[in-house]
């Protein structure tokens, strides 16, 4: 970890930069991938499992057999755990569905707005180096509250062929049939444009790679919703003095060991504080099973020294990071200074990986600083809202004229004679 002392005011937009590859330089081999796809469908998925992931499918298709076959294979202790998650999940979700509620805006005038579920939804999970079953959770679970008639799961298959039985029994809990055998891109474009055995989507959901996060911008650009740019993981921890930095050492260890690519911030003003989370990132990460992921992705991570909670928090603001962890005393009266963050975790005893799995809030959220502008997954991103109104025609009467003269203002006489045409049928009947 980099470890920055009070850097100017200047220095902090080439500080809050992420170490990811440009757009451009991913896009020439994901375009040539999107090619394949679109061309030889199912028959370009599995030459790219094989190249990619080293796997000579005979199917793309998980049968029924491996999905009731996953059941067996976990722990009673594992399935007790997701049924506790899904729970919890599902609760949090269901919480943020919206009645219909119908508004006279006027005498005769009454609209009303109406959520509708996404009828085709694709979710991508990641499964390479860590099987994100968790993931399936987040996106499955708000899917299936909105109603969305058809979902479709692409998670990249092993060397073997098959796909991780964690990822399997929580498809099938969720009532998920179609699961594909794709990873990266290739599992993008399938979503987008359709094979012989994926059918296209209507909006894609899920985080990945440098590459998944691309290809999902580039269908984006050719009219296939996504749910928002979810690029490598990251985590910024707020701390001053009253933090115990074995509790930081470990949140900062926990989306570091995500993977190369992702990004790790510490901003305190203690200096002693930043010297003994130094340590116990050390201590920690000899003893991690992926102490080579979490490692590189130190490499490109900082530690910044900063003079107060105030100014971390500005710099907190500009960075916008995907998880902020605000361990500081007193952290109830800063809570109104947060405006970029995709999920916030407050005190010391509310470890990022809450988040991640089971407190119920949506774990899939804007990254790369676009947090600025974006929400996290929720039941909204699968629901289409649609607007109704009804005018009787002594509510016509009321907000005719209205209409007359604004449209007429606007030169837009066609507008003005819908509205003529119907007052004048009033009229005669008055």
């Not at 979503?191 to 911008?217: E, H, L, R, W």
């Not at 990004?263 to 305190?268: G, I, P, R, S």
């Not at 998880?323 to 005190?347: K, M, P, R, Y």
Request: hydrophobic share 45%.
């Amino acid at each position: 970890m980099r470890i920055i002392k009070y850097p100017e005011l200047a220095a902090w937009p080439e500080l809050v930069k992420r170490p990811t590859k440009s757009f451009e330089d991913l896009e020439a081999g994901i375009l040539e991938t999107f090619r394949l796809v679109q061309e030889q469908g199912d028959a370009a998925l599995l030459e790219l499992a094989h190249k990619y992931d080293g796997v000579k499918l005979e199917s793309l298709l998980a049968t029924e057999t491996e999905i009731a076959a996953a059941e067996t294979q976990l722990t009673v202790e594992l399935k007790e755990a997701i049924l506790q998650a899904y729970s919890n999940i599902q609760l949090f979700h269901t919480q943020q569905a919206e009645p219909v509620k119908q508004v006279e805006t006027m005498a005769g005038v009454t609209c009303w707005r109406k959520s509708v579920g996404i009828d085709k939804v694709g979710l991508y999970i990641p499964g390479g180096t860590a099987p994100l079953f968790s993931t399936l959770l987040m996106l499955g679970v708000p899917a299936r509250i909105a109603g969305c008639h058809d979902v479709i799961l692409c998670t990249p298959p092993s060397k073997d062929g098959s796909i991780h039985p964690a990822i399997l029994y929580t498809a099938n809990l969720l009532g998920i049939k179609q699961v594909v055998k794709a990873g990266g891109a290739q599992a993008i474009a399938a979503m987008a444009y359709g094979t012989q055995s994926v059918p296209a989507v209507d909006k894609i959901f899920g985080p990945g790679n440098q590459y998944v996060t691309v290809a999902k911008q580039l269908v984006n650009k050719a009219g296939v919703a996504i749910d928002l740019p979810a690029g490598p993981s990251e985590v910024l921890v707020i701390a001053d003095g009253s933090a115990n930095p074995a509790f930081v050492a470990s949140d900062l260890l926990s989306q570091a060991e995500h993977g190369a690519d992702s990004q790790v911030v510490l901003l305190t003003n203690s200096e002693t504080l930043l010297q003994q989370v130094a340590a116990e990132l050390q201590a920690q990460l000899d003893v991690l099973p992926r102490k080579a992921f979490a490692a590189k992705a130190l490499q490109n991570s900082l530690g910044i020294l900063l003079s107060d909670v105030e100014e971390m928090l500005r710099f907190s603001n500009l960075y916008a990071p995907e998880h902020l962890i605000l361990s500081v005393a007193g952290f109830e009266q800063v809570l109104d200074q947060i405006t970029n963050a995709g999920s916030v975790f407050l005190g010391n005893y509310s470890p990022e990986s809450a988040g991640d799995y089971a407190s119920g809030t949506n774990h899939t959220l804007p990254t790369n600083g676009y947090a600025r502008a974006y929400s996290g997954v929720s039941l909204d991103s699968f629901v289409k809202k649609i607007t109704f109104q009804y005018i009787t025609p002594q509510g016509l009467q009321n907000i005719g004229r209205t209409i007359e003269v604004m449209a007429e203002a606007e030169g837009l006489e066609a507008h003005k004679n819908a509205v003529s045409i119907r007052l004048k049928e009033i009229s005669k009947n008055v």
